[in-house]
């Protein structure tokens, strides 16, 4: 069974970091293309960050650019974020999410374009 597990969420003060990390069983993770979503209160889901197979390509969001770094280890199933100089605007539930890649290049930068998706982890961001 297809599973997605997220960690790593918390409570911080702006510009201080997190870290997020998701496992992935039950999947050929080296034929996934990842991708991180957030959800606040009230907003769109929106896409922040994604990642090809490989790892060799990455995508973010304008938001977050320069700020957040995504990557994955296909040794051990696994895709973090890396979030620095966070904003209090940055508060969301945070989802990992997957689907199978039809080229080793490719991102999807579109919530919609992903099939699976974890439980999702709370990151809240105080001023």
């Known amino acids: 069974q297809e599973q997605l597990v997220e960690s790593g969420g918390g409570l911080v003060q702006a510009g201080g970091s997190l870290r997020l990390s998701c496992a992935a069983s039950?999947?050929?993770?080296?034929?996934?293309?990842m991708g991180w979503v957030r959800q606040a209160p009230g907003k769109d889901r929106e896409l922040v960050a994604a990642?090809?197979?490989?790892?060799?390509?990455?995508y973010y969001a304008d938001s977050v650019k320069g700020r957040f770094t995504m990557s994955r280890d296909n040794g051990k199933n696994t895709v973090s974020l890396q979030m620095n100089s966070l904003k209090p605007e940055d508060t969301a539930v945070y989802y990992c999410?997957?689907?199978?890649?039809?080229?080793?290049?490719?991102?999807?930068?579109?919530?919609?374009?992903?099939?699976?998706w974890g439980q999702g982890t709370q990151v809240t961001v105080s001023s």
């Open positions: 999410a997957g689907r199978r890649a039809y080229s080793g290049t490719v991102t999807y930068t579109f919530p919609n374009q992903y099939n699976y």
């Open positions: 039950g999947v050929t993770f080296d034929t996934f293309a």
């Open positions: 990642i090809s197979t490989s790892g060799g390509r990455t």
